[in-house]
């Protein structure tokens, strides 16, 4: 089980805020008030018609169908008059159920779109810690399975009850405008109907809260499979992934089963009750009418006609059957409330933090003296405010130093003790050592991926803590082992490193990576189309790319991540000498395997368990026959 699915298992056992997140969800209202009355005005005049055409059957059969038997010449005329007004009313009916269905569909696609922007929005504001410790197939799932409950419950479940609500209101009226003591019947049968409804669509609430929980695990366990597919091919692993599989999809089945058993269930059962209803009402109805019993309604007293039976009868069709909808709908609605749930709590996750008030701008040099400018020099400065109110000038030279500093990322466990390190301008910081020794966590910190316990990082004399987190990012290059490229042309992937960069930059940065020659060599250059993380590439081509992406930033910090790990050494040759032209005249940070892609750096340094337990130069680490000397000898082997 991953540690996402664990964690939504247990979010769904505690208590849930059922009407915070109603009220929530109808704060999306505000933006569309006017419609949304519109809509209820619509619903209000289609639930009339429904009592009003119960209503003329009474009408109908006691006005003129049963004089009409006792006349020898029958006058239809007025018969005729009477129809065409029920069928203006009827149609007003059927034009306002068309207009708020269609008002309802643009209100909720509109809601649907905010609630998409305002996830994606805060997404990107979160920290990277949150994207590791949550399955990416659980966060996809708030954007495709969560949003459609909340698209089935805002175009239709809604718009359904208020038109059940209305019509039982507007019925219930009417048959009290009929008849007080076959209402009476009608209320009996309704508390029955109540105690059905709360047994069975409770356990159907339950049971849909915990299907939409597996439908996330299981859209994660996807999301693993299709990201390791090369991996479970590679070792047989094929029957595993089918039961591991087969266990999330079993659960959901379960979930679904139990949670669509009850809802199905009610319906037929409602509909039996109401049968029985409408027999019951019939023989009660006929009784009375015959036995001459006093009726008393709202519009007076009276005796029980024909007409008023068969209206009554209708109207409690009428009256029972949005009971049944509501209940119906019920189910959709707490499936939408735990889908709303679980996008609020995407909603609520605490965004990244940033207290840092440096900025990065450009600056013009004239001699030693800086000033801030707009147009491109090939100089930047660190904008530092000072406590009188003014700002102060710093060259960003890219000198990155280290003081005293522990991390973990969990606070009950420390992975990097005491580090002290620094790095001149222009200098090569080679990280080496076996993995899970603290190599990337060390560039994590200096992108500020995640802050420090302990200890201080300064950049060109500053404290990181105190730059802005996107102008210190900015300043930063990185190249990773794992390339990702976004679909669009090989420019637009170049640029991506710098969103107003030329297309010449572009070609430069591509030439200055040795990309440009197979670039030029696809079938439309610069213009060709990658789609799927650039599958159509090799791993060579992909990471000389991202490099590119890298150089067109032109930023004074490099971080090169095992840049060259997935590749083979004949490809490393070429994406090496990208690299190497990419680290000319720039400070950088490398993390290898391969110990000859740091032979030439300007120092070494030899991590173990999260301590730095050599540096030096290559040529200094060989003398002294250490570790770095035994992992260079083959003595010692990096796992």
Request: with cysteine.
């Amino acid at each position: 089980m991953t540690m996402s699915s664990k964690g939504s298992k247990k979010r769904m056992s505690v208590a849930k805020d059922t009407k915070g997140t109603v009220k929530r969800l109808l704060g999306y209202l505000g933006a569309y008030k006017i419609r949304f009355i519109f809509v209820i005005i619509c619903i209000a005049i289609s639930s009339g018609t429904v009592a009003y055409s119960a209503l003329f059957i009474q009408g109908l059969i006691d006005n003129y169908i049963t004089p009409l038997l006792t006349q020898s010449r029958a006058d239809f005329s007025g018969l005729l008059h009477y129809l065409i007004k029920v069928a203006i009313i009827l149609f007003a009916g059927v034009i306002a159920s068309y207009l708020y269905n269609r008002f309802m569909v643009v209100i909720g696609q509109g809601i649907l779109k905010k609630i998409r922007d305002e996830m994606f929005s805060h997404m990107q504001k979160l920290p990277i810690r949150y994207f590791d410790t949550h399955s990416h197939g659980d966060i996809m799932s708030h954007y495709t399975n969560d949003t459609d409950t909340l698209r089935q419950m805002i175009s239709q479940s809604i718009p359904q009850l208020l038109n059940s609500v209305m019509t039982i209101i507007v019925v219930f009226i009417s048959m009290l405008s009929i008849s007080f003591w076959l209402t009476l019947i009608v209320i009996a049968f309704v508390f029955i109907i109540l105690k059905v409804i709360g047994s069975v669509a409770g356990r159907s609430g339950k049971y849909f809260i915990k299907q939409q929980v597996s439908l996330g695990d299981v859209n994660g366990y996807v999301e693993e499979m299709i990201n390791g597919q090369k991996v479970v091919k590679v070792f047989c692993h094929e029957e595993q992934a089918k039961a591991g599989f087969d266990l999330k999809n079993g659960e959901l089945c379960v979930n679904a089963t139990k949670a669509n058993s009850y809802a199905n269930i009610l319906m037929p059962i409602l509909n039996n009750i109401g049968f029985i209803l409408y027999v019951v009402i019939a023989i009660v109805g006929g009784a009375l009418g015959i036995s001459g019993v006093t009726n008393i309604s709202l519009t007076g007293v009276s005796v029980l006609t024909l007409g008023a039976i068969a209206s009554f009868l209708q109207l409690s069709r009428s009256f029972v059957n949005p009971i049944s909808q509501v209940s119906q709908q019920l189910n959709f609605v707490v499936m939408a409330i735990a889908g709303a749930e679980r996008i609020f709590e995407l909603l609520d996750e605490d965004v990244e933090e940033d207290d840092g008030n440096i900025t990065l701008v450009r600056a013009r040099k004239e001699g030693n003296a800086l000033t801030e400018c707009q147009e491109r020099t090939g100089h930047w400065a660190w904008k530092v405010p000072q406590t009188d109110g003014s700002t102060e000038l710093v060259e960003m030279l890219g000198h990155v130093e280290f003081h005293d500093v522990d991390f973990g990322y969990v606070p009950e466990k420390t992975v990097l003790h005491d580090i002290t390190l620094y790095a001149e301008p222009g200098q090569k910081v080679a990280f080496v050592g076996a993995t899970g020794a603290g190599k990337t966590t060390i560039t994590n910190l200096i992108n500020r991926f995640y802050d420090i316990q302990k200890g201080t990082i300064t950049y060109d004399g500053l404290d990181i803590g105190r730059i802005k987190k996107a102008d210190l990012r900015r300043s930063l290059g990185v190249v990773l082992q794992d390339v990702n490229l976004f679909t669009g042309t090989v420019m637009e992937n170049i640029r991506y490193g710098k969103l107003d960069a030329t297309d010449e930059e572009c070609i430069a940065a591509a030439k200055l990576a040795n990309a440009d020659g197979f670039i030029r060599m696809l079938p439309n250059g610069y213009d060709t189309v990658l789609s799927g993380d650039g599958s159509g590439l090799s791993q060579g081509q992909r990471q000389l790319i991202s490099i590119a992406r890298a150089a067109v930033a032109d930023p004074p910090v490099m971080i090169l991540d095992e840049a060259t790990s997935s590749i083979d050494t004949r490809t490393e040759a070429i994406v090496q000498r990208g690299m190497d032209a990419l680290m000319k005249g720039r400070t950088v940070f490398v993390i290898a395997h391969r110990l000859s892609t740091v032979q030439n750096s300007d120092v070494i340094m030899v991590l173990e368990q999260g301590h730095i337990i050599e540096r030096g130069s290559h040529d200094k680490l060989i003398e002294e026959k250490g570790k770095y000397y035994q992992l260079y000898t083959g003595a010692f082997e990096l796992e």
